[in-house]
């Protein structure tokens, strides 16, 4: 249980202890000041006990008329001060004629600390206090007879004094009271808006999980195609190329014979390109070296298949990059040799690998036919085909740029520029 419910349930036990308590009090001491007047005459203290009985019987059945049976009357003030004064009008009877009821007087104090309001309050303490007094002095009669008025008029100005003092204290506490109980009701309907509010976020988590698992799964599933595209597919296409050229160079057994080789070794690297992506392993050429090695490398390899001139330059600062920069950028250089080789017709490719403060850019340019970059495909896209497509989202993860400028006629241009993330850096 939390603290704010045990507060709630304190205060519960005591609300309901002190309505009890506040229920019973005038018919036990009524109860208590009837037994203790019907037992005097044994000590030869005349009562006129009949008087006294119907008047005991008559404030009983007004207590219980207005107090017990008619809660629902409780709040109306003025009907609830018409009660109390008929109270202690009873109460001074019984006092008059037996001052053993002024135990039953002290009933006043509490009921008009609850039924009376405002300075009324104060003016049912002051004639509790001075009823009681008179009973502290054994009665009217005695007063008279004894001649002590004055002494009744000062212990009922102590006693309204005192009486107020305390009522004053007790209305600064009930005061206290009700505005922890406020507060605790109000912290009550906060926790409850917090629950609320947590059950929501665990539903959004939740959501949110899903979702993510979802964007996990769609994001392994275009890292897949892009590599299965950026290893198998190129593999495969340069395979059939060198085995179309193999066909077509049949009675030249030199010639054959290197078209094969090209293929068999074409199919080798495939293969172990293709057991890399599927356990997310770094591609072997960065593995084993820098990434301007490795780019020279599929450089070097690319021209000696396709008998094309490729150069590459680097300038900056050569430095270790992030996996995912360098993988970005390698799978680039192939993905645009692959192009130039497939669509360029292209007798000369230059690529500048640049190192600057805060990016590395990769740019491919070859003087083939060039083709117009807004034009759409065959596959109705604009940005060209699969291939570019992966390139672009490989580039758009890393919050980089591609460009991609041609003309018919012209060559082309590629550049693509991503942060300098260094090794073991954040993304």
Do not use: C
């Amino acid at each position: 249980m939390s603290i704010e419910a045990e507060l709630r349930s304190e205060f519960d036990r005591l609300e309901r202890r002190e309505t009890t308590v506040f229920k019973v009090l005038p018919y036990f001491l009524l109860a208590i000041s009837t037994l203790v007047t019907v037992l005097l005459p044994l000590w030869d203290v005349p009562v006129r006990l009949p008087a006294v009985l119907a008047l005991s019987i008559a404030a009983s059945v007004w207590v219980l008329w207005f107090h017990t049976l008619h809660p629902e009357w409780h709040p109306n003030r003025p009907l609830m001060g018409l009660y109390y004064t008929g109270l202690m009008v009873l109460a001074a009877g019984l006092v008059a004629m037996a001052p053993w009821y002024g135990l039953f007087v002290f009933v006043g104090y509490p009921q008009a600390f609850q039924y009376l309001t405002g300075r009324w309050r104060y003016a049912g303490v002051a004639a509790t206090a001075v009823i009681s007094a008179a009973a502290y002095l054994g009665g009217i009669d005695n007063i008279r007879t004894g001649d002590l008025w004055w002494a009744w008029l000062g212990i009922g100005v102590v006693s309204t004094m005192l009486a107020s003092a305390f009522s004053y204290f007790a209305e600064m506490s009930d005061q206290r009271i009700d505005k922890q109980r406020r507060a605790l009701a109000e912290l009550h309907k906060a926790n409850v808006k917090l629950e609320a509010a947590l059950e929501e976020n665990a539903g959004l988590h939740a959501q949110l999980l899903v979702q993510a698992r979802e964007a996990g799964v769609l994001d392994e599933r275009q890292r897949m195609a892009r590599e299965i595209h950026d290893t198998l597919a190129q593999g495969l296409a340069g395979i059939l190329t060198q085995l179309q050229a193999a066909e077509q160079t049949l009675d030249e057994p030199p010639v054959l014979h290197r078209h094969v080789t090209n293929a068999m070794n074409l199919a080798r690297e495939s293969l172990t390109e293709a057991r890399r992506t599927v356990h997310a392993v770094q591609p072997e050429a960065l593995a084993e070296g820098r990434l301007q090695d490795a780019i020279g490398e599929v450089t070097r390899r690319w021209a000696g298949v396709h008998h094309i001139e490729a150069v590459l330059t680097t300038t900056g600062d050569p430095r270790p990059m992030h996996a995912d920069v360098e993988v970005t950028l390698l799978r680039a250089a192939q993905e645009a040799l692959a192009n130039v080789a497939k669509h360029a017709n292209a007798r000369r490719v230059g690529l500048t690998l640049s190192y600057m403060e805060d990016l590395v850019t990769l740019d491919v340019r070859d003087d083939g036919v060039g083709f117009e970059p807004k034009a759409k495909r065959a596959n109705g896209s604009a940005d060209g085909g699969f291939g570019l497509a992966g390139m672009r989202q490989r580039v758009r993860r890393l919050a980089g740029r591609l460009a991609i400028e041609s003309e018919p006629g012209g060559g082309t241009a590629i550049s693509v520029s991503v942060p300098s993330i260094p090794a073991g850096g954040e993304r």
